[in-house]
């Protein structure tokens, strides 16, 4: 059933974010203006743009260099190498025989071109160097090497390599005596041997470009950026970006919905989670229906003030009295229930208020929710107390005109006084707003639903009720006893976060089937016999067992809630009735089964009911003492307690040993206030009797 209501719950929220997810589109006209400011719905990556930054980003880095020590010194090696090769033919030549055939010139060049390797040496220069005697190619070979390792000691880039073959050149002029052939062969040999020695470094080269390539940004239209403005002229390039934005394609995107499609079932789904145990019973199914209802009105009350706000009065905003409905389920059900709703509805509004956000959701408006939610929830606190609520609801205008204004100055706008004005004064009356309805809905809700609220209870509790003055005619031991339970009840049960109000009108309640026939149960047995001594001791379990229920029907004819019937019928639960047990079984040959003796349930189902029952049966306990002292006092609840566990009475309500122990210790404490010790006087004091 739950599961169902959630389904209708998903169906409701799916349908009212609907339009806040919708892409939009816009009428425009290549080569006309804006008709209005165009904002991107999305962020959009501009890949060609990107690579266009990049490659320019790229190309701005400058070829890395670096400059070669060793370059002058291995090019003077390859030039020695290149004259020892030309002597070595030359030597060869020289001792060959008169018949013997020897080289001619271009045999000879061709033998040297492995050791000429890349330099631009011309035939007509090697010739001469053939022809020169080895003296003058020890000349030329020192003077060459001593000119191309000090030009080449400097930096030589590649520019500025035929400056530095000019320089030797006019060395070689200077400094040589050959003849004029062989000056300028060796002049040719220097010049082909001196290259650039700073080189290109590729690697950091490519690195550098690498890095600058990287540290491009993308370029991309922002969520929420212009992309052109009211009154401009939309041109090529701003069309292709309302295209690119999907602002102008005709064909729809359903990613927007299948997205707020799993944003639903991830909220549901872990609402669901939380209150499946609560609502899943089948006394809390009118409370699944009164959640779900106050659910929708909270989220259909903010999809009311949004659309109102469309026309530009953003202000409209601040004036959603979500306080209201978070407030109602912190008085129907629970805190922790309400704080969770809370956070899911703001969720919700994010979305929700998204019209003239810049971007798909407004996290401004969901912190506002979530900080409006809480205070209300927050400033009603614990006790259920109705008169709260309108303080409650100023407490919440208080804590919005905070939030206004952190959000105002947070966000270092300039705002005209008449709009800080006007967002200020939503922010008041949206907490007004906020008691103005719980106090209008609570009550409807409460009388629809028959929920037992702290108005009513309080209405139950006056002792003008005529059942109750039944009691206290036709039982006023009973009365009395009930008033006891009452006090205990109501303080264990507030000691464990229960609900004491609820737990004290239902002890007043618990025992009026006793009123049926009062003389049988001892607090009512004044001045008189005990009936059950002249009676059977199953007559007697058969009298005893049927006040819970005679009791609940005469709750029900004068149409009580359910939680007070349910306190009547269940606070003694299976509990044996050991006095007329034991009296049959002594009274009795054959062996008689507990069973026969036991009340006929059903156990306690809430903390209240258990709690009730441990107090009815320690407050009787109590009373039977003679002298009742600390010690004792604490020894009986602790054993009533004890035995109530053992016989499994709190199987069926979510009591915790933690919180019976808290129990314990809260009725001790009250019990030894109310049997406290007394000083004893006497009845007339002794007389000194003269020596």
């Known amino acids: 059933m739950l599961l169902a209501w959630f389904f209708i719950v998903g169906a409701v929220m799916f349908t009212v974010m609907f339009s806040n997810v919708t892409p939009e589109k816009v009428d425009v006209t290549l080569l006309e203006p804006s ?164 080189v290109l470094d590729y690697e950091k080269t490519r690195v550098k470009r690498k890095e600058a390539r990287d540290s491009v940004q993308q370029a991309e239209i922002k969520e929420g950026e212009v992309i052109v403005s009211e009154g401009d002229l939309v041109t090529a390039e701003v069309y292709k970006r309302l295209e690119l934005a999907g602002l102008t394609s005709k064909k729809i995107s359903y990613k927007p919905f299948i997205g707020l499609l799993l944003f639903i079932i991830l909220l549901l789904a872990g609402l669901y989670y939380f209150v499946k145990d609560s609502f899943n019973k089948d006394n809390n199914k009118k409370h699944a229906v009164i959640y779900v209802i106050l659910f929708l009105f909270s989220l259909i009350m903010m999809k009311v003030v949004s659309l109102a706000g469309i026309s530009g009065h953003m202000y409209l905003y601040f004036i959603v009295p979500i306080a209201a409905g978070t407030m109602m389920l912190k008085m ?11 956070i899911v509805l703001s969720l919700c509004a994010a979305l929700i208020f998204n ?41 919440v205008s208080f804590v919005n005109i905070c939030s206004v204004l952190f959000i105002l100055l947070v966000q270092d706008g300039t705002y005209s006084a008449a709009e800080t004005g006007a967002e200020l004064g939503a922010a008041f009356i949206s907490g007004f707003l906020s008691s103005v309805l719980t106090l ?188 009742p002292t600390p010690v004792k006092i604490e020894q009986i609840i602790k054993k009533i307690i004890a035995e109530r566990l053992e016989d499994g009475q709190f199987d069926e309500c979510d009591i915790t040993l933690k919180e019976l122990d808290t129990v314990a210790t809260t009725l001790s404490n009250t019990l030894k206030g109310i049997f406290h010790s007394r000083i004893e006087y006497p009845e007339e004091m002794k007389k000194v009797e003269p020596k």
């Open 35 to 198: 008709p209005a400011d165009i904002r991107s719905p999305k962020a959009v990556i501009l890949e060609n743009e990107t690579e266009e930054r990049k490659r320019k980003a790229e190309t701005a880095v400058e070829d890395i260099y670096y400059y070669d020590k060793g370059a002058g010194l291995e090019q003077a090696r390859k030039l020695t190498e290149l004259l020892d090769a030309i002597q070595k033919i030359n030597e060869v030549e020289a001792k060959k025989k008169k018949d013997e055939a020897k080289l001619t010139m271009d045999e000879k060049i061709s033998q040297i071109n492995d050791v000429k390797g890349d330099a631009q040496v011309s035939p007509a220069s090697l010739g001469v160097l053939f022809n020169a005697s080895s003296d003058r190619l020890e000349s030329v070979k020192t003077l060459s090497t001593s000119v191309i390792s000090s030009l080449m000691n400097e930096e030589i880039e590649l520019s500025k390599v035929q400056t530095a073959r000019e320089n030797a050149e006019q060395i070689i002029s200077q400094n040589a005596s050959y003849p004029d052939d062989l000056k300028d062969a060796a002049v040719e040999l220097t010049q082909s041997f001196i290259i650039h020695n700073k």
């Open 332 to 342: 129907l059900f629970s805190e922790q229930l309400a704080l969770v709703t809370n």
């Open 355 to 395: 019209e003239n956000s810049a971007s798909s959701f407004n996290f401004v408006m969901a912190l506002y929710i979530l900080i409006s939610g809480i205070a209300g929830v927050v400033y009603l606190g614990k006790k259920h107390i109705k008169n709260k609520i309108i303080r409650a609801g100023f407490f």
């Open 440 to 627: 209008g809905l609570l009550p409807v809700i409460e009388s629809w639903f028959g929920i037992l609220s702290t108005a009513k209870l309080i209405e139950l509790s006056n002792p003008n009720h005529p059942l109750l003055r039944k009691v206290l005619m036709e039982a006023p031991g009973t009365y009395h006893h009930s008033i006891m339970v009452a006090n205990l009840s109501e303080a264990a049960c507030e000691s464990v976060g229960a609900n004491g109000l609820l737990a004290r009108v239902g002890s007043y309640y618990h025992d009026v089937g006793k009123a049926k026939r009062p003389h049988f149960f001892i607090e009512n047995q004044m001045n008189m016999e005990n009936p059950h001594d002249k009676i059977a001791p199953h007559l007697s379990k058969t009298i005893i067992t049927a006040h819970p229920y005679d009791g609940a029907d005469m709750i029900r004819e004068f149409k009580l809630p359910k939680e007070i019937v349910d306190i009547a019928e269940q606070h003694h639960g299976t509990t044996l009735l050991k006095y007329f047990y034991h009296k049959a079984c002594q009274q009795s040959d054959k062996e008689i089964s507990e069973s026969e003796f036991r009340y006929p349930g059903p156990k306690a189902q809430t903390k209240e009911t258990a709690i009730i029952g441990v107090s009815d049966a320690v407050e009787a306990a109590v009373r039977s003492l003679s002298r």
